[in-house]
């Protein structure tokens, strides 16, 4: 069984623009952030690939990923992930392998296969390309010789991207991604900040059919944690209420800007409202350091996780920092 002190914690940003705030703003909280997970000793910092969507900020995410690894010395900076079907794994290669020589060692390559915004923009995005199932295995096959040492007769070479074999990350919210990583020898982390309802299912059938690579010689999963944390179970109620809105935006198609929290919130919600955002944030903690810890021993103790990625949207961003520090503590405690 695995220890709650040994394990690694990581933060997912989406870069939310506040009510209030502008982007600008956001990208300089982003910054200021990365900095805090990295003197909390957090592990990675990952940012999301979004668009067309008007609270998010992290739409360009490779430029984001060299202004804060630029911002920040120690800590692992990378995507979470880049939606691979929006670009050609040429594109990637150059872009990550330009990241991995201006900032050796700490660079990751998070996958996911979703488009990561509504069909008009997807096409947008695409332009005429059709996708099939296929194509995201070949295409993550495609990235890994990009990545790699150029071989004999090799015609396409990134440049800068050959030889920097930058980790590659698969990530899903369903059983396609996990077997695959399973199949390719990579690491997993599954999406459970947004949809954790198949959790327990990939993570059992990632390691079930795990196959050892030159790249990981045992399974590696982190697993999505929503976290809001204050010194009270109430005032982190009160704070998650801005993710509340955020999550029924999200589930009525109503996507707005990160909103202020508003007392008493769930009770003006409707029962099928509140069970909506229940199940979406499911393996989610809003509480104080004892309700944090308490939920991380039961998480850990029925994923058996290596790493948790945290997601905390909190409108005030000092406050914000408060509940990264509080979840540190409540893993070294």
């Not at 695995?2 to 982007?23: W, Y």
């Not at 020589?101 to 509504?118: F, N, Q, V």
């Not at 104080?288 to 850990?300: A, G, K, M, Y």
Request: proline residues 7%.
């Amino acid at each position: 069984m695995k220890s709650l002190q040994d394990t690694r914690l990581s933060l997912l940003d989406l870069v939310a623009v506040r009510e209030g705030g502008t982007v600008a703003q956001a990208l300089e909280i982003a910054l200021r952030t990365a900095q805090k997970a990295e003197a909390l000793g957090f592990t990675r910092y990952w940012l999301a690939e979004h668009h067309n969507m008007p609270g998010i900020a992290s739409s360009a995410t490779a430029v984001l990923i060299g202004h804060i690894a630029g911002g920040t010395s120690r800590i692992r900076v990378g995507s979470g992930g880049v939606m691979l079907p929006n670009h050609a794994p040429l594109v990637v290669a150059e872009a990550f392998g330009t990241l991995a020589e201006l900032y050796p060692g700490r660079i990751d390559l998070g996958l996911g296969r979703a488009p990561g915004t509504d069909g008009p923009t997807m096409r947008a995005l695409r332009r005429d390309r059709v996708e099939t199932e296929q194509d995201f295995p070949r295409d993550v096959a495609e990235l890994q010789q990009l990545l790699g040492p150029v071989t004999p007769g090799q015609r396409i070479i990134a440049m800068p991207g050959a030889g920097t074999n930058v980790p590659i990350w698969l990530l899903g919210s369903s059983l396609f991604s996990a077997q695959l990583a399973a199949h390719m020898g990579l690491p997993y982390a599954f999406a459970s900040h947004f949809a954790p309802r198949m959790l327990h299912q990939a993570l059992d059938m990632y390691r079930e059919l795990f196959r050892p690579s030159a790249t990981l010689a045992k399974p590696y999963a982190i697993v999505g944690v929503p976290v809001i944390a204050a010194p009270t179970d109430e005032e982190a109620e009160f704070l998650a209420s801005s993710t509340y809105q955020r999550v029924l935006g999200i589930l009525t198609g109503q996507r707005s800007r990160l909103q202020p929290p508003v007392e008493n919130y769930a009770a003006q919600l409707s029962p099928s409202e509140c069970a909506a955002i229940g199940d979406f944030l499911r393996a989610g903690v809003v509480g104080s350091p004892d309700s944090v810890r308490r939920h991380f021993q039961t998480l850990l103790d029925s994923t058996q996780a290596d790493e948790f990625m945290l997601v905390s949207d909190i409108y005030d961003p000092a406050l914000r920092l408060r509940s990264l520090e509080i979840a540190a503590q409540a893993i070294a405690s």
